[in-house]
């Protein structure tokens, strides 16, 4: 794979989850303890042999940057290539929104590449998966774009690339639709093109007037490309609302998940923090849950996610909840179909209580 270029893009629609994206883009959320939803799409491109990176910043930049860094945790920060930020477009006179802008100020970072083949993942995918057969797939149908799908398992109301294809893998429809059916063949947000065919769609969906690459520089000009779809069988979930965050979040309970995302196909990298192991005290009880270090346990936690540092006191009940960092939730507490953002104390005695398709969200810094 050393023969590709992989550019993540961080630069999605945050509007249904905009009580969590407040601070920070869909990317750099909080996933399943102590990860963040970029890693996916970052450690599935390092383990597949892809050693420069470029960063499609979004205006909401500092957590993103605070939790890559240089790069280390994937083995990035390298003198020649690895991993580069590139920064949102800032100082035009151009107001269009969408990500092309910033493609096309920063296209001689992809021109200038030694890499023949450019891959562009979205941030708001969690996955593990190894891109190298997509690469020998790509050559073998001689494809322009080579566009990655799953088969949706269920019906979702969730805005996504949707993809209709003949029995060899020729995409012969494509479209944007606001839900996606059981059966349907979903873009997991992955797409593989040479790079002289990148910067061109770049430079002349930008100079006729196009804002979104996907939707204006692939959708709306299908018929200029050749296009392929890949299946991927593995586990999917889009970030894309709440209330698939949520699910994303639960489903990472489920072993054939977890052993999917985190066991095969090499590891999820993050960035590493030092601390000390979770402490659980003689009343806690805890099922099927995610705890993660630092956490100190004495109440009851049940199909929940708990990130570092947070304090369940006594006769605190969580369950199907998500509790980020540094909670703290006081003795005889409840949360139930719960999302709490960082730094929240929920006071002794309160009960909240959200609904599975609807979970309450409490937001950064509350005192509730």
């Not at 605070?66 to 994937?74: I, Q």
């Not at 995610?290 to 708990?306: H, K, P, R, T």
Request: proline fraction near 3%.
């Amino acid at each position: 794979m050393n023969t590709v270029m992989g550019l993540i893009n961080l630069q999605e629609d945050s509007g249904r989850i905009k009580e969590l994206t407040e601070r920070r883009p869909i990317g750099s959320m909080p996933f399943a303890g102590r990860y963040r939803v970029i890693d996916f799409a970052l450690s599935s491109m390092v383990n597949s042999g892809i050693s420069h990176v470029g960063i499609v910043l979004p205006e909401q930049s500092r957590s993103v940057m605070d939790h890559l860094r240089s790069g280390k945790d994937w083995d990035l920060a390298r003198r020649h290539e690895g991993m580069f930020y590139l920064p949102p477009a800032k100082g035009d006179k151009d107001t269009r929104p969408g990500d092309l802008k910033t493609f096309y100020q920063n296209i001689d970072f992809v021109e200038h590449s030694a890499q023949k083949y450019v891959l562009l993942a979205n941030a708001s995918y969690i996955y593990n998966m190894n891109f190298a057969p997509v690469l020998r797939f790509h050559q073998n149908t001689n494809a322009d774009i080579t566009m990655v799908y799953n088969i949706a398992k269920e019906e979702v109301s969730d805005e996504s690339v949707v993809i209709e294809t003949a029995e060899n893998g020729l995409i012969e429809d494509i479209a944007m639709k606001p839900v996606v059916y059981q059966g349907s063949k979903v873009s997991n947000g992955a797409l593989l093109m040479e790079k002289r065919i990148f910067v061109d769609m770049v430079r002349s969906t930008y100079e006729h007037g196009g804002t979104d690459l996907v939707l204006d520089g692939i959708i709306r000009r299908a018929d200029h490309y050749t296009m392929y779809g890949c299946m991927h069988e593995g586990y999917t979930a889009c970030v894309a609302s709440t209330a698939s965050y949520y699910r994303a979040n639960m489903e990472a309970l489920e072993p054939a998940n977890w052993d999917e995302l985190f066991m095969q196909n090499g590891f999820i990298f993050t960035k590493s923090k030092d601390g000390v192991p979770v402490q659980y005290k003689e009343s806690a009880h805890v099922q099927n849950s995610l705890v993660a270090n630092g956490c100190v346990v004495y109440g009851e936690v049940e199909n929940s996610i708990l990130f570092r540092g947070v304090t369940v006191g006594e006769g605190v009940k969580i369950r199907n909840s998500i509790i980020m960092e540094k909670c703290d939730l006081e003795d005889d507490a409840l949360v139930e179909n719960v999302i709490c953002d960082k730094n929240v104390v929920i006071t002794k005695g309160r009960w909240l209580k959200g609904a599975p398709n609807y979970p309450l969200i409490v937001s950064k810094n509350a005192v509730v």
